[in-house]
């Protein structure tokens, strides 16, 4: 166990010192590293934000599969459950509305972080999983697929909510 | 506000505690507190493991059929408030309470029934093989009873009271 939280301590001191660097790319990617390595053996998994390099499942029928997410706009540390982020579509399928390479807006739909909610619970889903929008927030694609939060209520995906197969 | 149910343990979730697990295929798992997350994240079967309500519900421990379940049952559909309503519905809660506890009370008593006889068998018989860890055996012999023999043992008093009345 004291050897899993001297790994931490180490991540949390290289992530400190990194974090003066503005033009930090792959460094970033260290952290979230340094923890899955340190925790997922001995503890269970510390779950985080969703940053830059973040793979991300699309689930919707937009036609990309896999996207990587290049920027989480608001947000210092990262997206959560409910935000939108820039990302890059890594794997489409054949024929559809984006391609391999795109520059894409998405809403983070699930993600593993857990959420608190305002009556003091919290929620946190399987995957991370993003739904693709145009720079308006209106979706892409015209399904949904798998549970979505209330969150996105708040924060005006109202139309992602009506397309949702099962709303958590 | 909804009072739920720990997919683990099965005991209440207050608002404001535990976390809500939401599935891929939608099936979502509240947990009332780490110690059962955790052990759901380990793939522990609750009815393996023997604090939680669902071991002993399957096991006999605890009562399973009763009346005073079914109103608790989930209702979907939301009532109109009536103020008459809920007043009796309070009062009602609190007797419902106390006598699912009579009769778990009872279902424990009736459980344990046959236990007292039996220590009682097996201390006489512990005393009959056992008695010579207690007794010399050559006391036993001038004395065949299992009882200690008595022995008188002097106090003083006097000088303890004194101490005292400071």
Known sequence: MSFASEWTAVGRSLLGSLGNNSSGLL???????????????????????IQMRTNLKVVDNSGAKRVMCIQALKG???ARLGDTIIASVKEAQPRGKVK???????VVVRAAMQRGRCDGSEIKFDDNAVVLVNKQGEPI????????????RKKKHVKILTLAEHIA | MRLEKCWFCSSTIYPGHGIQFVRNDAKIFRFCRSKCHKNFKMKRNPRKVKWTKAYRRLHGKDMTQDSTFEFERKRNRPERYDRNIAENTLKAIKKI???RV???????????K???AKEQREAAKELEQSIHMVKAPT?????PSFTLPKVKVQVSNPQENRLMEE
């Open chain 2, 102 to 112: 009579d009769r778990e009370a009872k279902h424990h008593a009736l459980r344990m």
């Open chain 2, 97 to 99: 309470d106390k006598v």
């Open chain 2, 139 to 143: 006391a036993l012999q001038q004395e």
């Open chain 1, 76 to 78: 210092k540390k990262g």
């Open chain 1, 100 to 106: 391999k390479g795109e520059v894409v807006y998405g």
């Open chain 2, 114 to 116: 046959g236990k007292k």
């Open chain 1, 141 to 152: 694609g015209t399904r949904v697929f798998g549970p979505v939060p209330h969150e996105l």
């Open chain 1, 27 to 49: 460094r970033t990617t260290s952290h979230d590293i340094m923890t899955k390595l340190a925790c997922g053996n001995f503890y269970s998994q510390q779950r985080t934000f």
